[in-house]
């Protein structure tokens, strides 16, 4: 079975301009999530989809979004890019939404830096 | 919010000795806590959980145990192996949901 893919791998940007990440699922989990992973703060969770729907959201500002297509395909949007936003971004599926069944896997990342 | 504390933050151990690393959680609702371990370049990846209903897990060289009145659990890797050097986090999971609490990572260097 196939892991969880992220793609780019690397990315360069500039302050003030947007970028958009990809996250595809292992074939037939449901839900994805997404975390950021800097030195400084560790790893911190950004937001959740389950079924297309947003279910749970961490405390970054509006400037992250996210969605989640009918595949279960995922796309995180970060607007106006700070040199704060430089990070790796990680996205996590898991099968189920519920809380019996939580287990979690890690797609290797976006590295994203901000100059 | 939960908060989750992660001892020691680095760890040096020889080749065949035991490593051990320790978490605390502050929210008592949480009820999976599974370790992962990142390499360098690559995400975490999940080597070992337990729920709240198990007090101790085991999985060949690696066991968790869990201390629900006390609120802290431990990972134990016994017989450590170069292939072992790594960072690890611990992490949380309330009752609902799939938001992970991670602690700060414990970066463990298993010395030949």
């Excluded at chain 1, 947007?18 to 037939?28: D, E, K, N, R």
């Excluded at chain 2, 609702?29 to 729920?51: C, H, M, T, V």
Aim: glycine fraction near 10%; aromatic fraction near 10%; charged fraction near 20%.
């Amino acid at each position: 079975k196939a892991g969880v893919t992220q793609t780019p791998r690397y990315l360069i940007k500039t302050r003030g301009q947007q970028v958009t990440l990809s996250c595809s699922p292992i074939s037939g989990h449901r839900s994805v999530s997404w975390y950021q992973q800097t030195p400084g703060q560790g790893l911190q969770f950004l937001f959740e989809y389950f079924s297309e729907t947003q279910r749970n959201k961490g405390n970054f500002p509006g400037r992250f979004s996210g969605r989640q297509f009918s595949n279960s395909r995922s796309e995180m949007n970060v607007s106006t890019l700070e040199l704060g936003d430089s990070a790796l971004y990680l996205c996590a599926s898991s099968a189920s939404g519920d809380s019996s069944y939580n287990e979690q896997f890690f797609g290797p990342g976006t590295r994203l830096t901000v100059l | 919010g939960e908060n989750v504390e992660q001892h020691p933050s680095t760890l040096s151990v020889q080749e065949g000795d035991s490593a051990v690393i320790k978490c605390t959680y502050s929210d008592s609702a949480s009820n999976y806590f599974p370790w992962y371990k990142q390499e360098l370049g690559k995400g975490p990846q999940l080597i070992i959980d337990i729920r709240s209903n198990v007090g101790e897990k085991k999985d060949q060289r690696i066991a968790v145990t869990l201390n629900k009145t006390a609120k802290h659990f431990s990972l134990h890797i016994t017989e450590t192996q170069p292939e072992d050097s790594a960072v690890y986090f611990c992490a949380v999971i309330k009752a609902a949901g799939n938001k992970l609490t991670f602690g700060g990572g414990t970066r463990v260097l298993v010395k030949p």
